[in-house]
């Protein structure tokens, strides 16, 4: 059976999540009061999305690269990027985050982005103000870009799911579909999931690496 590798990209891929990193310094609305009502189950982050973006009340497009272009990705993501190029595997990165940044960042770093599969949310300025457009359309988890369903067609396909996340968004998707999930070590995908069976903790795409290799290949 082929494998497919889901991966999120904000604290997975990059070393910070960039979303809150840009709000942190774009806003001193409370975004984190907004998050944990996603932790809670009370919204779905498709609304905490438009509640949080919605908290800066002017930008720049100047003003949002200035502070994307500080966002490093793992170093270890670069063997393991080109490992899966050598092997041909099936890579898909699913973020709740913006096309436009992530595509940046990956630029910043060499990584070029017309060989990578990216399904993410984006946004425009109108007026100096954030105005989202979302990947998938309303779904009943509330998702702003629904991962779960991108991953249940790679499945429903006949692949291997390996996933790869660190937050919120990953949950569901991980735990329903995945046959096996990496969850960056302490934080919310990998401390919610402690009790599973699928569950590897990482810290290093080195070790992810080693583990599909012994597991899959
Ligand atoms: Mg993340
Ligand atoms: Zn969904």
Redesign the pocket.
């Known amino acids: 059976m082929p494998i497919a590798i889901c991966c999120?990209?904000?604290?997975?891929i990059t070393l910070m999540?960039t979303g809150k990193t840009l709000l942190s310094k774009l806003t001193k609305g409370d975004w984190q009061a907004v998050d944990k009502f996603v932790i809670d189950g009370q919204i779905g982050t498709r609304e905490a999305l438009i509640k949080q973006w919605g908290m800066i009340e002017h930008t720049t497009w100047e003003e949002i690269f200035t502070i994307v272009d500080t966002m490093k990705i793992d170093p270890s993501f670069y063997d393991f990027y080109n490992w899966m190029l050598q092997k041909n595997i099936k890579f898909l990165i699913l973020?709740?985050?913006f096309q436009k940044y992530i595509n940046r960042i990956l630029e910043n770093h060499e990584i070029k982005v017309e060989s990578l599969d990216i399904l993410a949310n984006d946004a425009d300025l109108v007026d100096n103000k954030l105005k989202l457009s979302f990947n998938t359309p309303e779904c009943e988890h509330g998702c702003a870009n629904c991962k779960y369903s991108h991953v249940l067609k790679l499945k429903n396909e006949g692949y291997k799911i390996i996933y790869i996340?660190?937050?919120l968004?990953?949950i569901f998707p991980a735990t329903e579909l995945a046959d096996i999930i990496y969850a960056?070590n302490n934080?919310d995908?990998a401390k919610k999931l402690e009790a599973d069976s699928k569950l590897q903790v990482f810290d290093s795409f080195s070790k992810i690496k080693e583990d599909i290799e012994k597991r899959f290949l």
């Open positions: 999120d990209f904000d604290g997975t999540d973020s709740d985050g996340g660190d937050g968004s990953d960056r934080e995908l």
